[in-house]
């Protein structure tokens, strides 16, 4: 039997193993060679275009020659433990890759002569920075999201005290107002109005996080009359035109009022329209999934604005709210997108929660959500429908 070299295998094993380069994985080879060290004799193309290195930095030298200080020394010891015990063998470290550390989960299995003796060793790798990574975030993200949620608590409680005193104030213009001045008592009770519209939205932004933590926060409610409620405290004055979906909704209603009131107002604070146009459907989406879509006829979203919606990308000229309320769905398992229509015609956002939709829109829905609410005398019952 012809003896090859350990030169000469080199030269021809990494041609040897081309099928190893139809694999998306590292995949490498080791030889043993003649002073009984294990070599690496081919290395895949994946692998490869992963390290960013030429296959000349590789061939015919050991892990402890390839990656410098600990590293290599780790690897090379789980090599030689391969090849003195036999037995096939996994293993997790860390190596440099282009320059950054990478963790690897490698699989080891030696290939035995006919006398029992180990002549090489192949190995497969799996790359789990990745997973890591995504590990990492989570808790990044759990730590912001309970941050977040204490701020809330605190922002909300801070503010109760403010529209009680705006409440007492309101109460104490009213008795001293004439009978007859009808139109500043009109205007005190709309303030008393939006006042105890905002203190309702702060309890239940309260009671909120009181309950975040149970397994199921669902409730069941209406979801124009929720739409409603939120118009009253953010256009009191009855400005602008929104229309929403009459549907009985079982979700996180909390939620859905945090995520609706943040897009609501938006949509009239950046719509550069005297009259804004709103529209706001929901309807049953994937599997256990709400999907709410916001139309407008404002002039759009600005680029920051898109990128904090789409990407997740904290702009601080976009503000705190869209990040925070993208945060608050994405928490939930929920998506949100957002994008401009056409030639300045408006916007659209579109965002999913866990839920379920009980009761869809329907014309019959439609004619009873006025006489639900109700028209005051005197006002426009065009203006809103919510």
């Known amino acids: 039997m012809t003896q090859v070299t350990d030169k000469e295998y080199l030269v021809t094993s990494q041609h040897s193993y081309g099928d190893f380069d139809l694999i998306s994985a590292p995949v490498f080879v080791l030889h043993i060679n003649d002073a009984g060290e294990p070599v690496y004799a081919a290395i895949n193309d994946y692998a490869l275009r992963k390290s960013g290195r030429p296959i000349s930095d590789f061939l015919g030298r050991t892990a402890q020659e390839i990656y410098p200080h600990a590293y290599g020394r780790t690897a090379y010891a789980f090599h030689c433990g391969v090849r003195d015990s036999g037995v096939s063998t996994s293993y997790q470290l860390d190596l440099p890759v282009a320059g950054m550390p990478r963790s690897f989960r490698t699989t080891l299995c030696p290939d035995l002569d006919d006398e029992g003796k180990v002549t090489r060793l192949v190995g497969c790798s799996t790359d789990l920075t990745p997973e890591q990574n995504a590990q990492e975030a989570k808790v990044q993200f759990n730590t912001l999201a309970t941050e977040m949620e204490q701020f809330v608590a605190m922002a909300a409680h801070d503010l109760r005290a403010p529209m009680r005193q705006i409440s007492a104030i309101a109460g104490l213009l009213r008795d001293d107002l004439a009978e007859q001045d009808i139109g500043n008592i009109e205007l005190l009770e709309t303030l008393e109005r939006i006042a105890a519209k ?10 909120h996080v009181e309950v975040a933590a149970e397994r199921n926060p669902h409730t069941v409610f209406n979801f124009a009359t929720l739409c409603n409620d939120i118009c009253a405290t953010l256009d009191p004055t009855q400005v602008h035109t929104v229309t929403s979906s009459m549907s009985t909704l079982s979700t996180d209603r909390t939620v859905m009022q945090i995520a609706l009131c943040n897009m609501i107002e938006n949509a009239l604070k950046h719509g550069h ?30 680029s920051d604005a898109l990128k904090v919606m789409n990407n997740s990308q904290f702009r601080a000229e976009s503000g705190y709210g869209l990040f925070a309320v993208k945060r608050l769905i994405s928490a939930r398992g929920g998506t949100l997108k957002a994008q401009n229509l056409p ?29 639900d609410i109700g028209d005051q005398p005197g006002k426009d019952s065009g203006r809103r429908r919510a």
Do not use: H, W
């Open 198 to 207: 905002t203190m309702d939205l702060v309890t239940e932004v309260l009671q």
């Open 273 to 302: 329209r005297d009259k804004m146009k709103i529209k706001i459907d929901v309807r049953q989406g994937d599997p256990g999934m709400l999907e709410v879509t916001l139309t407008d006829n404002g002039m759009g979203f600005s």
């Open 343 to 371: 030639i300045q015609s408006g916007a659209m956002v579109r965002f999913s929660l866990p839920g379920y939709c009980l009761e869809d829109a329907t014309k019959s829905g439609n004619q009873k959500r006025s006489q």
